[in-house]
């Protein structure tokens, strides 16, 4: 079992974007942070918050060791971005220093509003991330064989251009597809398409 800590880790989950998905919870232990570290993106939400801020980016592996010893003596806050139990650095902490010593705070995830936003129900979909993983396109593709409903996280590498020419490749063409970018945000679309008419995205 991992050491206790002096301090619990306490992981935010800040929704999609927008603030006004932050839940009053985690509105609040933000508040009383000592240090905070997040994106660039999701630290921007708080400039009146009074900690130490910490900027996540390719750094999160050294990161988690200065987050460990941070915690020792201080109130530490780690943000991620939609709800932590969904695709997020939350597991790589709790898996360094054991549950017994984070609190986790939920959020609203991206693909909660995604499926809101389509009029859809999510209890009935499967779930694949591509962000940041290479080599994933044919898990999606197994995936998309085998279930009605399949919720992708993209990021600029492995990009709707690149699954709707591998599903077309795969004569998937009769399915439909739900491309929901930059929810709850100024530049927020959501645009559906059958996959055979994708062929502009090659
Ligand atoms: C590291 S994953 C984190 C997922 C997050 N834990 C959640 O519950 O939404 C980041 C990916 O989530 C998706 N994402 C996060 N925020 C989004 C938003 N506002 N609109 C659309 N997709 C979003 C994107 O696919 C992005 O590459």
């Known amino acids: 079992m991992a050491k206790k800590l002096i301090n619990k880790i306490t992981i935010v989950g800040c ?3 927008s603030k006004k998905y932050i839940t009053g919870h985690a509105v609040q232990h933000i508040k009383n942070a000592d240090a905070l570290i997040g994106s660039r993106r999701l630290l921007a939400l708080f400039p009146d918050v009074e900690a130490d801020k910490y900027t996540l980016n390719k750094n999160y592996k050294p990161l988690i060791t200065r987050i460990v010893s941070l915690s020792k003596h201080r109130k530490v ?34 693909v909660q509003l995604a499926f809101a936003a389509i009029g859809k129900t999510w209890s009935d979909a499967c779930f694949v ?37 591998r599903l077309l490749d795969e004569g998937l063409k009769d399915r439909k597809i739900y491309i929901c970018e930059d929810l ?15 062929q502009k995205f090659r």
């Open 129 to 165: 991330s591509l962000h940041g993983q290479k080599d994933r396109l044919s898990t999606l593709i197994k995936k998309v064989k085998e279930h009605k409903k399949v919720a992708v996280l993209t990021d600029n590498s492995n990009n709707v251009k690149l699954i709707a020419k």
């Open 77 to 110: 806050v780690v943000l991620v971005s939609g709800d932590p139990g969904f695709f997020s650095y939350a597991k790589l902490i709790i898996d360094k220093v054991g549950i017994e010593n984070c609190e986790v705070v939920p959020g609203i995830s991206s």
């Open 184 to 198: 709850s945000l100024n530049k927020e679309r959501i645009r559906k398409f059958d996959v055979s008419s994708m």
């Open 15 to 17: 929704g999609p974007g």
